[in-house]
């Protein structure tokens, strides 16, 4: 065993510890650290896996929000309007929806009111 383990349990234990406690201690900080890397090495894997769809997910919501853009335009009288280029293409000038329309406020979540 590492004499490195047997000092860290020495000094945890203190000037009075005996030879048989120093040792049992030193098993249990081996065992310990033993315990710890095999809880990382499983738990790695889940961790890329977790990495991996959280990326997908930024990836899908970049999509979205390339989509459900904002474009501004001219109204007849004048006025400046700003409506969604994809929920507003299909029948622009009779039916606009307004920014941010329904896709980017649920993506945006609640919006506190200044």
Not at 5 to 34: F, M, S, V, W
């Amino acid at each position: 065993m590492d004499d490195n383990l047997y000092q860290q349990a020495a000094d945890l234990l203190g000037q009075n510890a005996k030879p048989g406690q120093i040792h049992l201690a030193a098993t249990l900080l081996r065992r310990t650290q033993e315990a710890d890397r095999c809880f990382l090495e499983d738990h790695k894997g889940r961790l890329e896996h977790a990495e991996g769809q959280v990326k997908d997910l930024r990836a899908a919501l970049e999509r979205i929000r390339e989509v459900h853009r904002c474009v501004t335009h001219r109204k007849p009288r004048g006025e400046e309007v700003s409506t969604c280029a994809h929920c507003s293409e299909d029948s622009y000038p009779y039916y606009e929806v307004l920014w941010p329309c329904p896709t980017i406020a649920a993506l945006n979540g609640p919006q506190e009111e200044t």
